[in-house]
């Protein structure tokens, strides 16, 4: 496996006097897929947003290609980037929520160009770009209509469109078919495993165990802000050894 284009080290996150983070340690292979398993509660959300410094953690840190995300070292310190500089960091790591998140009042292809043109990229070349990644997620049809004229399936199409309209290095995922119909997540979990197949880097935090088997290179599992198991989805999903993880599988499988 090649060498991490995420190595995340000793993160911890607390809300209050919660715990929602504890001391997780992850290592995620340039051009592999990680899933990230876990009941609710258990921290997976915050893991994610914490990978693009959306939560700043209390302790720890993550590496993305050998930078520090939010932090700059100082000897043997590490010391908070500018605003600034941390959406510089993050422009390279596209995100994906539960919620679409999109423009309502703007086009797909709209939505999909905006990062780019906050980026400065020239609107011709964007627009290009744009109809390109449109087509790419199977919605050349749509550019020209808005969030409300499409389906649940459709808007979240659009806003993978639109993470990987930077082109990121790292895409995450946060639940992306939660919010959909049983009908629609096909549609979707079939961009990203095209995605997969093209080496993109993608931690996913899903509770679908089917893309987790297909996909996946690791399966990590978490548990009240722990990660308690972690391996080859074979490993983890047939055989997982913590009895938590056990117990959570044998529920939603």
């Known amino acids: 496996m090649s060498e991490p284009l995420v190595r995340v ?29 876990g009941p609710s509660g258990s921290g997976k959300s915050t893991l994610l947003r914490t990978v693009n410094h959306l939560e700043k953690p209390d302790a720890g840190f993550v590496e993305v290609n050998g930078e520090i995300i939010g932090y700059r070292r100082d000897g043997t310190r590490l010391r908070e980037l500018s ?37 400065g990229v020239r609107r011709g070349p964007a627009e290009a770009r744009g109809r390109e990644l449109l087509d790419r997620v199977g919605l050349a049809d749509k550019e020209r209509s808005y969030p409300r004229q499409m389906s649940g399936g459709q808007q979240q199409r659009v806003a993978i469109a639109r993470a990987l309209a930077v082109e990121p290095e790292l895409m995450l995922f946060d639940e992306p078919t939660s919010a959909l119909d049983p009908e629609m997540v096909g549609e979707v979990l079939g961009v990203m495993k095209d995605l997969a197949r093209t080496g993109m880097t993608m931690i996913v935090v899903t509770h679908e165990i089917g893309f987790a088997r297909e996909v996946a290179d690791q399966v990590v599992f978490l548990d009240e802000g722990r990660l308690v198991e972690a391996g080859t989805p074979d490993a983890v999903l047939t055989e997982p050894t913590h009895e938590r993880a056990r117990a959570f599988l044998s529920a939603v499988l």
């Open 83 to 119: 605003d600034r500089a941390i959406t510089r960091q993050r422009s390279r790591i596209g995100m994906v929520f539960q919620q679409f998140n999109l423009f309502p009042h703007k086009t797909a292809l709209e939505n999909v160009l905006e990062g780019q043109l906050a980026a």
């Open 9 to 37: 080290r000793g993160l911890s996150k607390r809300f209050g006097h919660h715990t929602v983070l504890d001391g997780i340690d992850l290592d995620v292979a340039r051009g592999s897929v990680a899933v990230v398993l």
